[in-house]
């Protein structure tokens, strides 16, 4: 028997993002792309209601936390989706912890299950992150140029995992909006 997750409220996940310090323009982009997560779900849920839909406060809530750890994690090495995804477990929301750890790499890439219309939250989420810049909506062109020139590093083995990743995320673009009411250049026009 499958039991609801424990999702934290909005006024836990603005909590959170106080608790860990998030500065204002991480958490103005996160809210932008809580905003476009919002809208994707929505529209999947609205084409095809018969279908299994990812949960919209799954999906809401983690878009807000998805940076949770990014304000600490600024100055190191460390990976804010790994750090973000232990804050999200200690605080009892391991459901908002796998989003989180897959807002950067997505592990559990399945084009296939996209073909059939079939999105998780983790995927609504990780593409709606890939087109923010900062509180701005981009295509996904103007993300990757500035993604490789803040994290690539003028490495150039880090610029090809950058530019495999976002393989994956023009993948999942193509076949999201198959599905949608709208167009990718449509996405954020509210």
Known sequence: MQTNPVLPSLADCIQLMDQ??????????????????????????????????????????????????????LGSDRDHAKAGAEICRQHGYPEIAAIVEQHVLLWDYDPLRYRNGHFTAREIVYYADKRVRHNVVVNLDERLEYILEHYGKNNPNRRELIRENF?????LEQHLFHWLPFGPEELGRF
């Open 20 to 73: 860990y310090g998030m500065l204002g323009n991480i958490r103005h982009h996160s809210l932008v792309v809580a905003r476009l997560a919002e809208q994707l779900q929505a529209g999947l849920a609205a084409v095809a209601p018969d279908r299994p839909q990812a949960d919209r406060h799954l999906v809401i809530s983690g878009a807000l936390l998805h940076d949770i750890a990014k304000t600490p994690c």
């Open 167 to 171: 393989n994956k995320c023009l993948t």
